[in-house]
C-alpha cells in the first residue's frame, strides 16, 4: 500500500496586525488553495495516491474541490485522492495541533505544512517523528524556506515513496522546550520573553519590550527575532548548540544593533551580551514577569510566582531535506524514462569538447 | 493581594473605564432581554451581549470628532461612544426624553453631539456614511476618523462592498469593523461567504485587512489603535475582523434552532470577554476584585435608575410626529 501524505493548511495564519503594522503580506484563500494544487501535483507525479487535509471552513477546500472535481470529469490523474480528516473545525490555531495528532496517529508518511514560524510550531508540537515538509505562506519565515509548492510535493513524494532513502531525504532539527509550572510548549526558532504581561494581538513588532532571546539558529538572511543571532552570532540548523541574547536599554547598552526583526521592519536593540546555549540544560529568565513568545508571537503571560525553564533539545523532530532528495533524484535519474537512453553522455562528452 | 506595576498598554483608570464599558453593555443587554420578555418594550431589539470587547477595545481610541456608523446590533456602540445610557434606555422604550425623542428605538439610536451617526435598520447601509464621515474629517483636516461596523452578514451586502472600493479610492481615514459573530441571522458564515475571509476582500481593494481574537479586550484594542493611528496619519482605510460571539438570538424571540446544543452555555461558560478581562487584570495584580464589585454595583444602580426614569417618562405627543423626520438645507 502506498504511504498517505497529510496536508495542514490552516487559514487563520498571515492574518495578524503584521499586514498593518510591517506591511507583512497576505496571502489569500485562493492562492493557498493553488498552492495546494500545485503540491498535489507534484505527489501524484511521485506515485502518492493519497493524501488527508485538515478539514477548516474558510474556503481553501472550497477552492480545491472545484479542480479536482474538474480534473475527475476529464479523466486526469493529476492529483492524489484527497481526504478530509473527521474533526471538529474550531477556526483557531488548535485545529492545526488535532489535525497533526490524528495525522500521527495514521502514521501518515509525511506531513506538509502551509504556514509560517508559528503554524509549523504548532504542527510541530503534536507530530512526534513524523517528518515534517514545510512551505512558507505565513508572516515571518525563518523556519520554512520559499520554495515553489510544486518542488516540495515532489520532493515529499519522493522521500516517502522511497525512492529517496530516509538517511538523505531526512535531517534532523532543535527545538525549544519551555516548561512552565510542569506544562509545557515547544518553539522552532525562538523563544523571546518580553515586558507586556498581556497576548493581546500577539505579534511582536516595538523592539524595546524585548528582554531576553533564545534561538536554535539564526542566519545572518533570517526574517524576524532570530536574525538578531544571525547578524552577531550566528548558528546553523544542524549545529549542536543554540543561542541565547540579553537585551539592554539601547541609550545604555555595550552596544546596539539594527536588524529585521519582523517583515518590513527593521529595529535598532540594545545588546548586553550573547551566550551559547547548550543542549539538555534547562535555563532560567533573567526577568520575573512579561508574556513568552514562542517563534514570534506572544502566547503565555508569567509573573514572579512561576516557575519558568527553557531547554534546548537536539534531534528534537524531522524535516524533509527538499533540495537534497531532488538533486538526489536528478544524479539517480529518477525523473528520466528509464526506456530511453539518458542524455547525460552526449552531454558530459560535448561539454569536454568545450561545444 | 499585592499591587504590581502595571504590565498593561493603558493606564489603570483606563482599564477601570473599558470594564465599566463592558459592564455596562452587559447589564443594558441583560436588562433588556428580561424586559422584552415581559412584554414592556415596543419594537425589535438585537442584543450585543458577548461582543463587549469589540466595542470596548475600539472606541477607547475615538474621541468626538470620530464619527461611528453601528449596525442593528447596535446597543454596545452607542454606550462605547458615550450616548447616556439613560437617554437610550427611554429610546428603546419609545419615551419623549429618549436620545432620538422616543421615535427611533432600538434600531435608530444617533447622538451626533458624540460622533454616533446612528444604529441602523439596513445591513450594511452603515458603511457609505462611515466613508462620508470620513471624506469630511479629511477635508476639514481635523484627523478624525470614521469607523463602519458590520456584521458578517451585511459584509456580502453591495453597499459594503461599494464603501470599500470608495475608501480606497479616495484613501479614506475609514476603519470597516467586521463583527463577525459567526451567523447572519441564523445563517452561518460558511453557507454564505465566498472565500470566507474578509481579509481577502480588502486585499481585493486595496487595503490592509487584519483579524483579531474580538473576544479578547487586549487583542481589540492594540490591533484597533494600529489601524486607527493609521488612518489618522494618512494611511487609509483598514478592515478589521473581529471574531466574536453573541449570548443571545439573532433578534430578542429567536429560538435558535441553528445552534449546537450547550453552544451558548460552553461560550458564557469559556469565551466571555469579561471573565477573560478580569482574570487578566487581577491576575497582573493591577485591579482588585472589590474595585470591579464597586463599579458592578454602580452600574446595576444605573440600568435600574435608567429603566425607572424611562417607565415614567411621557411617550412622544401625537404632534411630534412629523417633528425630526425631514432637514431644511
Excluded at chain 1, 1 to 25: C, E, F, L, Y
Excluded at chain 1, 27 to 47: M, V, W
Excluded at chain 2, 148 to 177: R, T
Excluded at chain 2, 314 to 323: S, W
Aim: with cysteine.
Amino acid at each position: 500500500m502506498s504511504p498517505v501524505v497529510g496536508i495542514i493548511a490552516n487559514p487563520v495564519s498571515a492574518r495578524d496586525i503584521r499586514r498593518v503594522v510591517s506591511h507583512a503580506g497576505n496571502l489569500q484563500i485562493t492562492d493557498r488553495a493553488n498552492i495546494l494544487l500545485r503540491i498535489l501535483a507534484g505527489l501524484a507525479a511521485t506515485g502518492v495516491h493519497k493524501v488527508v487535509m485538515m478539514p477548516e471552513n474558510a474556503g481553501i477546500y472550497g477552492h480545491l474541490r472545484r479542480a479536482l472535481a474538474r480534473a475527475i470529469n476529464n479523466g486526469e490523474a493529476r492529483f492524489p485522492e484527497l481526504q478530509l480528516l473527521e474533526m471538529k473545525v474550531t477556526g483557531q490555531a488548535g485545529d492545526s495541533a488535532t489535525a497533526a495528532r490524528m495525522m500521527r496517529n495514521m502514521d501518515v508518511g509525511a506531513i506538509i505544512v502551509l504556514g509560517g514560524d508559528g503554524t509549523h510550531r504548532v504542527v510541530v508540537s503534536e507530530s512526534g517523528d513524523i517528518p515534517i515538509a514545510g512551505v512558507s505562506t505565513g508572516t515571518n519565515n525563518a523556519f520554512p524556506e520559499m520554495r515553489e509548492p510544486t518542488i516540495t510535493g515532489l520532493a515529499v513524494g519522493l522521500a516517502v515513496m522511497g525512492a529517496v532513502p530516509a538517511s538523505v531525504a531526512f535531517v534532523d532539527n532543535k527545538r525549544l522546550e519551555v516548561a512552565i509550572n510542569g506544562r509545557q510548549e515547544v518553539a522552532l526558532v525562538d523563544v523571546a520573553i518580553v515586558r507586556e504581561q498581556f497576548v493581546g494581538a500577539r505579534a511582536i513588532w516595538k523592539p524595546e519590550s524585548l528582554c531576553e532571546l533564545f534561538v536554535t539558529f539564526g542566519a545572518a538572511s533570517s526574517i524576524g527575532l532570530s536574525s538578531i543571532v544571525g547578524l552577531l552570532a550566528p548558528v546553523e540548523r544542524q549545529a549542536p548548540f543554540g543561542r541565547r541574547v540579553v537585551f539592554a536599554d539601547p541609550r545604555h547598552a555595550p552596544f546596539r544593533l539594527s536588524a529585521p526583526v519582523a517583515p518590513g521592519l527593521i529595529e535598532e536593540v540594545g545588546i548586553e551580551r550573547v551566550e551559547t546555549v547548550p543542549v539538555d540544560t534547562p535555563m532560567s529568565l533573567t526577568v520575573g514577569s512579561g508574556s513568552i513568545a514562542l517563534d514570534g508571537e506572544r502566547e503565555i503571560t508569567f509573573s514572579d510566582s512561576d516557575r519558568i525553564h527553557v531547554t534546548l533539545r537536539n534531534t528534537a523532530f524531522r524535516t524533509i531535506d527538499v533540495p537534497v532528495c531532488m538533486s538526489f533524484a536528478a544524479s539517480g535519474g529518477l525523473f528520466l524514462d528509464s526506456t530511453k537512453q539518458a542524455p547525460t553522455a552526449s552531454l558530459a562528452r560535448s561539454h569536454q569538447l568545450g561545444e | 493581594m499585592k499591587m504590581t506595576k502595571n504590565p498593561f498598554p493603558v493606564s489603570k483608570d483606563q482599564l477601570l473605564e473599558a470594564y465599566r464599558i463592558m459592564r455596562t453593555i452587559r447589564e443594558f443587554e441583560e436588562r433588556l432581554h428580561t424586559d422584552f420578555a415581559r412584554g414592556d418594550i415596543p419594537g425589535f431589539v438585537h442584543l450585543y451581549a458577548g461582543e463587549e470587547a469589540s466595542a470596548a477595545g475600539i472606541m477607547m481610541h475615538l474621541n468626538d470628532n470620530d464619527r461611528i456608523a453601528s449596525t442593528h446590533r447596535g446597543h454596545g456602540h452607542c454606550i462605547a461612544k458615550g450616548v447616556s445610557v439613560k437617554e437610550m434606555m427611554a429610546e428603546i422604550y419609545g419615551k419623549a426624553t429618549g436620545a432620538c425623542r422616543g421615535k427611533g428605538g432600538s434600531m435608530h439610536i444617533a447622538d451626533l453631539s458624540k460622533g454616533m451617526m446612528g444604529a441602523n435598520g439596513i445591513l450594511g447601509a452603515g458603511a457609505p456614511l462611515a466613508c462620508g464621515a470620513a471624506l469630511a474629517a479629511q477635508k476639514l483636516g481635523h484627523k478624525g476618523v470614521g469607523i463602519s461596523f458590520v456584521g458578517d452578514g451585511a459584509s456580502n451586502q453591495g453597499m459594503f462592498l461599494e464603501s470599500l472600493n470608495l475608501a480606497a479610492v479616495w484613501n479614506l481615514p475609514v476603519i470597516f469593523v467586521v463583527e463577525n459573530n459567526g451567523y447572519a441571522e441564523s445563517t452561518s458564515v460558511e453557507w454564505a461567504v465566498a472565500s470566507d475571509s474578509y481579509v481577502d476582500r480588502a486585499t481585493g481593494f486595496g487595503m490592509p485587512g487584519i483579524t483579531v481574537d474580538g473576544t479578547d479586550f487586549f487583542a481589540v484594542y492594540e490591533a484597533a489603535g494600529e489601524v486607527i493611528k493609521r488612518a489618522r496619519d494618512g494611511g487609509g482605510p483598514s478592515l478589521l475582523e473581529c471574531k466574536m460571539i453573541r449570548f443571545y438570538g439573532h433578534f430578542e424571540g429567536d429560538a435558535q434552532t441553528y445552534r449546537g446544543k450547550n453552544e451558548v452555555e460552553d461560550i458564557r461558560a469559556n469565551k466571555d470577554c469579561i471573565k477573560t478581562f478580569q482574570a487578566r487584570v487581577k491576575e497582573a495584580g493591577v485591579i482588585a476584585q472589590a474595585e470591579l464589585e464597586q463599579i458592578d454595583r454602580q452600574v446595576l444602580d444605573l440600568i435600574e435608575q435608567s429603566v425607572v426614569e424611562a417607565k415614567a417618562a411621557p411617550p412622544p405627543a401625537p404632534a411630534d410626529l412629523l417633528t425630526d423626520v425631514y432637514v431644511a438645507y
